[in-house]
Nanobody
Framework: VQLQASGGGLVQPGGSLRLSCAASRRTSSNNAMGWFRQASGKEREFVGS????????RYAESVEGRFTISRGYGESTMYLQMNLLKPEDTAVYYCAVARGSAVVTLAGSYQYWGQGTQVTVSS
């Protein structure tokens, strides 16, 4: 099982970044996928999730309207478009594959995790 997140970096407040997550197709084509993040000294928190079909999404209130998750129908690659970034968005971002096909917000509902990519929002 392999998950590879990429696209992180340093961006100024108000800027944008696009993260990608590529998963082994055998493990993800029928499963929902999600993004979580963990800031230094804080617990990992839910960012967003997309269903296996890519047609249903759910977001944390803190990113609603600024972040967009996309995924092709049954595809194993997921994207996180992050706009209007704020310093408080600074964290390591992780992608994960859920146990089921529907969107889920709890970390315990995910079975596979990538290693994370650092996003830093600073002027």
């Amino acid at each position: 099982v392999q998950l590879q997140a990429s696209g992180g970096g340093l961006v100024q407040p108000g800027g944008s970044l696009r993260l990608s997550c590529a998963a082994s197709r055998r493990t993800s084509s029928n499963n929902a996928m999600g993004w979580f993040r963990q800031a230094s000294g804080k617990e990992r928190e839910f960012v967003g999730s997309v269903s296996w079909s890519g047609q249903s999404t759910r977001y944390a209130e803190s990113v609603e309207g600024r972040f967009t998750i996309s995924r092709g129908y049954g595809e194993s690659t997921m994207y996180l478009q992050m706009n209007l970034l704020k310093p408080e968005d600074t964290a390591v971002y992780y992608c994960a594959v859920a146990r089921g096909s529907a969107v889920v917000t709890l970390a315990g509902s995910y079975q596979y995790w990538g290693q994370g990519t650092q996003v830093t929002v600073s002027s």
